[in-house]
């Protein structure tokens, strides 16, 4: 018996479904899915198939990471709401890991493309914060790096259950989304009609 974590990793915070179960650092099995629909239909499935593929069960898990975002908010909810019911279901810590690590390449600058010719970025010394391409762009270009923002990276699921391998031993806080932006669906400001009493 391995004595190297077995972990599972996913990511639904773009136009994709992403999956990949790693022991320690060799990848078991894995999925990449372009989707721009159905995701929390597909996921649990995805994921079962991972495990089918690698002669595994649930219960030999040993942790779980997920992707936290930034991106769809309806995507990072589902899979960040399927990471905690499974480590609550199966007694395994869940690791969320946000994009901008995920993302993480040598000389590159860890962007998210974002609507309205934006992007999630972390500038060195900032916080994550959405801003527009052409402010990441020059500070890349000023930091030496390239900009090439990635919403849906091939290696993303394995790149998170990679983190998440290092990191559930140190009993990490339950994921939480990472949102930069406020919904594009928000309350209607118009006011209620007036009830007039007769």
């Not at 990949?20 to 989707?35: K, M, S």
């Not at 905690?84 to 040598?106: H, M, N, S, T, Y």
């Amino acid at each position: 018996m391995s004595t190297l974590p077995l972990v599972l990793g996913f990511d639904t915070s773009a136009a994709h479904c992403a999956a990949a179960l790693l022991r320690g650092d060799v990848v078991l099995a894995q999925r990449f899915e372009l989707r721009t629909r159905g995701q929390a239909e597909r996921l649990m499935p995805l994921l079962e198939e991972i495990l089918l593929e690698a002669r595994m069960t649930w219960s030999d898990l040993d942790a779980i990471g997920v992707g936290i975002g930034p991106g769809n908010f309806t995507g990072i909810r589902i899979a960040v709401a399927a990471a905690r019911g499974l480590a609550l279901g199966l007694g395994v810590p869940a690791v969320g890991i946000d994009g901008f690590e995920a993302r993480q390449k040598q000389g590159v600058l860890a962007a998210v493309p974002a609507p309205r010719a934006q992007v999630y970025a972390c500038l060195e010394g900032e916080a994550p914060r959405l801003m527009p391409e052409t402010e990441a762009s020059e500070a890349a270009r000023s930091a030496g790096l390239i900009f090439a923002p990635e919403a849906s990276p091939a290696d993303l699921a394995q790149r998170i259950a990679e983190l998440a391998g290092k990191r559930y031993l140190d009993s990490p806080a339950a994921p939480a989304p990472l949102y930069l932006r406020a919904a594009d669906a928000a309350p209607a400001r118009d006011l209620p009609p007036q009830l007039i009493d007769g």
